[in-house]
């Protein structure tokens, strides 16, 4: 149950993280003090989730809108190197295991 749930708490949050940026980006409806608190927080964790949120496309298909070709080349860039470091830390863990 816990890959499961922690599955979805990480898909949520990869999702939500863009919004959660822009919003705080664009002043938070003019409260600095949050943004002054969760700017920081939200920077450092950019980095460690990916913006799932980039690799949404269906505006594409559903209304015929053209998608920006340097923001798809990034969250494609961006996905694929998430999948190298995940499947990176993947083979040091199994690498440092005994399975006899």
Known sequence: MLPL???AIFAIAGKALGSVVD???RGAD???DMV???GP???MIRYLIP???RLDWRVWPMYGLQPDG???ILAAVM???YMVVMVGLALHAFSRREFL
Do not use: K
Request: glycine share 12%.
């Open 5 to 7: 749930a922690l599955g």
């Open 23 to 25: 919003y705080l980006a």
């Open 30 to 32: 003019g409260q600095e």
């Open 36 to 38: 002054a608190v969760y």
């Open 41 to 43: 927080l939200m920077e």
């Open 51 to 53: 913006d799932l949120s």
């Open 70 to 72: 340097e923001a798809m």
């Open 79 to 81: 996905g694929v190197a």
